[in-house]
């Protein structure tokens, strides 16, 4: 009995599809979701120098082989694909799939002859079908003769000129904004595995992003606000990603863990103490600071007092080493900024006197510099930069320039090295923060760095890539028209450009990426969608009460019972009457006589009689003058034994007289 119900059952359930009576969700595809964050048309690209970045679809045709020039042009199956929009996008069109069938001639129309059933293959396809015996060289041949490719595209072997369009694979064809600040963005950190960003603003908050865990509205988990009112002015992580530092416009610098905890804040020194060597800590504010690439408990920070200190985060208490710069004349001169090199063995320094010096880490060091460039720069330094093999540091100053200072190796160290000039300049690069710094590629063939928004520029802020070898200008990518771009990083793991930009009302983290060859972080929080509302996401508000509250903090209390007992009470609660407007009815006088009973009495004996509105003021005024000058009863009898005459005051003013 139990086999027969069991067949009944699978016969009945196989007249229904297997997703019956689930709901399933609608996926919208990747495509269309990248779709909508490609990058319009930036109109900051230079005239002559093209964005070297490949769409979608752009880049596999540079590895397409030239073919030769034929009569017949290859034609394709189906609509064109869209013409990739901006400076950005350098190749014009794409064929995707078998070719489109060839269009017939005028000659075909003149013959008269009707087409019945499928086009004819063209004449490439068919010379290809009689000969599939034939070599593989053969075959190559008549592609390159008909001009029609089959199959896959062939890498072939990048010759010389192509080798720079693959150094050139510039991340832009898409991008996304990470908002939320109210004002311009001066710090940025990602860390090394590229899950999780750090924005710091001039609106004295750092706001944590976390790409595997956020959706396509691009929101900060955690908001932190590390010093009340002192902006953010750097943001470092560890080499373990697990705590970072951050800087402020205030003398002490702060530790946070990996999740925004307060992990500890290093001391403040003595500001009475001229010494800065005898002090425990920064006296003025901080300029910046970076975390040892290499180990996890050494940090750097560099202050507007005029030195630089190495600390330990195990001793908040004080630093392990403080160096002060060479200076022209005696005096307090801030740091404006610092930096490590890649190994950790040396120390570079950006002076406020527009000089760069650099400290190598060796037994026996002090605060004499080891390299000394003097008069490096006109301005203020906002950013010194190592490359990792140490040949090439770069500074970037308020000055609008970027100079690339020197290109040593530094193997022979205690030799006080002086350099007068730069090898390369960059100029005509706006610069109004003191944060602006410099980035190099994953492969460190380019460098980039942003420039600060002009009223009487219209290019706004973009960021400039650089040829590392022939240190040239490669490309410029329009950020935005109305923020100045400050902080950038290309991240080596992901692939992905980072550029921080903003104004004095707005700020946010543009992330450049391109589908092709970008990896995770921009690409995953887009395609999460963000999660619907149902009716369990529903709660209520707490409603909290604290009876044995001060009187100033405790609530009022409520009214509720008072007004139903009021209500319930008939005499509280009735209506009064409303005041009567003609005569009375009911037991009621009416209010045309007067108001009141006894005035309404007294009207009716005739001992009330209103004559006042009848009668002139002025004549029942002097009605009683006889009567009182006959008999007078306050005033005269006073004077009536001293002064029997009345004597009136002479006026002095001649307008009176007259």
């Known amino acids: 009995m139990e086999e027969e119900e069991a067949e009944i059952y699978d016969g009945v359930r196989a007249q229904f599809p297997l997703t019956f009576g689930k709901q399933s969700k609608s996926q919208t595809p990747l495509e269309q979701i990248h779709n909508t964050t490609i990058r319009k048309a930036p109109p900051t690209s230079a005239a002559n120098t093209e964005t070297q970045s490949s769409s979608s679809k752009a880049w596999p045709d540079s590895l397409r082989p030239t073919p030769k020039s034929s009569s017949n042009p290859t034609p394709s199956l189906g609509p064109p694909p869209p013409r990739p929009t901006g400076s950005n996008s350098f190749v014009a069109h794409v064929s995707i799939g078998p070719p489109r069938p060839q269009a017939r001639g005028v000659d075909d129309e003149d013959d008269g002859e009707v087409m019945v059933g499928p086009p004819r293959p063209p004449p490439g396809l068919a010379a290809a079908a009689a000969d599939d015996d034939d070599g593989d060289e053969e075959e190559e041949e008549e592609e390159e003769e008909d001009g029609v490719m089959i199959g896959p595209l062939r890498p072939p072997e990048p010759a010389d000129s192509d080798e720079e369009d693959f150094l050139y694979r510039i991340p832009t064809s898409n991008e996304i904004v990470l908002g939320g600040h109210s004002k311009v963005v001066s710090a940025l950190a990602v860390d090394h595995t590229g899950s999780r960003v750090l924005s710091g603003s001039y609106d004295y908050t750092v706001r944590m992003y976390d790409f595997q865990g956020m959706n396509s509205r691009l929101q900060s988990f955690r908001q932190l606000e590390p010093s009340e009112g002192h902006q953010v002015r750097n943001l470092s992580w560890s080499p373990s990603a697990d705590r970072f530092l951050c800087v402020t416009g205030s003398a002490q610098a702060k530790i946070f863990d990996r999740d925004g905890l307060t992990l500890g804040e290093f001391v403040k020194g003595d500001m009475y103490i001229r010494d800065l060597k005898n002090t425990k800590g920064h006296i003025s504010g901080l300029t910046c600071g ?193 923020s100045s771009v400050v902080q950038c990083a290309w991240h080596p793991k992901l692939n992905q450009i980072f550029a921080t930009a903003g104004d004095k009302s707005q700020g946010g983290t543009h992330v450049l990426y391109d589908p092709t060859f970008s990896e995770r972080g921009a690409l995953v929080c887009v395609a999460s969608a963000p999660r619907k509302k149902s009716l369990d996401d529903f709660e209520v508000q707490p409603v909290i009460h604290n009876p044995h509250a001060l009187p100033l903090f405790r609530d009022q209390p409520s009214r509720k019972r008072q007004r139903e007992k009021t209500l319930k009470d008939p005499l509280k609660s009735h209506k009064p009457e409303l005041p009567m407007t003609g005569p009375g009815f009911g037991g009621r006088v009416g209010a045309s006589k007067g108001s009141l009973l006894t005035q309404y009495l007294l009207k009716q004996g005739g001992m009330i009689k209103e004559t006042w509105m009848e009668e002139d003021p002025r004549e029942a005024i002097l009605k009683y003058a006889d009567a009182a000058e006959k008999d007078p009863k306050y005033i005269a009898p006073a004077y009536a034994q001293t002064q029997p005459d009345p004597v009136f005051a002479k006026s002095d003013s001649e307008d009176e007289e007259k």
Request: hydrophobic share 35%; with cysteine.
């Open 290 to 482: 970076e975390w040892h690439p290499q180990a996890k408990e050494t940090i750097l920070t560099s202050s507007e007092d005029g030195s630089l200190r190495i600390w330990d985060v195990n001793d908040f208490k004080s630093q392990k080493q403080v160096i002060k710069p060479k200076l022209a004349r005696p005096g307090r001169v801030p740091v404006t900024t610092c930096a490590w090199d890649r190994e950790g063995k040396r120390i570079a320094g950006g002076i406020g006197d527009g000089s760069i010096q650099i400290w190598s880490l060796k037994p026996g060091w002090g605060s004499r510099p080891d390299v000394f460039v003097g008069k490096g720069h006109s301005d203020d330094i906002t950013c010194l930069k190592f490359s990792s093999d140490g040949q090439i540091l770069l500074s970037r100053s308020s000055d609008c320039s970027l100079k690339v200072v020197m290109k040593h190796s530094f193997r022979e160290f205690g030799i006080l090295r002086q350099m007068k000039e730069a090898l390369k300049v960059f100029e005509n690069l706006p610069n109004n923060y003191a944060q602006t710094n410099i980035a190099f590629s994953p492969d460190e063939q380019l460098f980039l760095t942003g420039t600060s928004f002009e009223r009487e520029s219209k290019t706004g802020g973009v960021l400039c890539f650089y040829n590392r070898a022939k240190l040239e200008l490669v490309s410029r990518v329009g950020i935005s028209l109305t």
